[in-house]
């Protein structure tokens, strides 16, 4: 989802590495917090089957995608 808004609205090539790598970098944050309210046992919980868990982890993911998407319109 970021990297589309950022093509669709960037205006030069450094635009596009710019934003795009900035919006990586708020991708991963986001997925690195959402593991740490999950905790370190979170590959183990989801072998056992507790789809919770991984849903949450996709929905904490997916938000903040479209709220960066939705920010990084300029």
């Given at each position: 989802?970021?990297?589309?808004?950022?093509?669709?609205?960037?205006?030069?090539?450094?635009?596009?590495?710019?934003?795009?790598?900035?919006?990586?970098?708020?991708?991963?944050?986001?997925?690195?917090?959402?593991?740490?309210?999950?905790?370190?046992?979170l590959p183990r919980r989801m072998r056992e089957?507790?789809?919770?868990?991984?849903?949450?982890?996709?929905?904490?993911s997916l938000s903040a995608g479209v709220l960066?998407?939705?920010?990084?319109?300029?």
């Amino acid at each position: 989802l970021v990297l589309a808004s950022v093509l669709a609205h960037a205006v030069s090539l450094g635009d596009l590495l710019t934003w795009g790598g900035i919006g990586l970098l708020v991708q991963v944050l986001a997925f690195l917090v959402g593991r740490l309210l999950l905790g370190a046992d979170l590959p183990r919980r989801m072998r056992e089957g507790q789809v919770s868990s991984g849903l949450f982890l996709g929905v904490v993911s997916l938000s903040a995608g479209v709220l960066n998407a939705a920010t990084l319109i300029h």
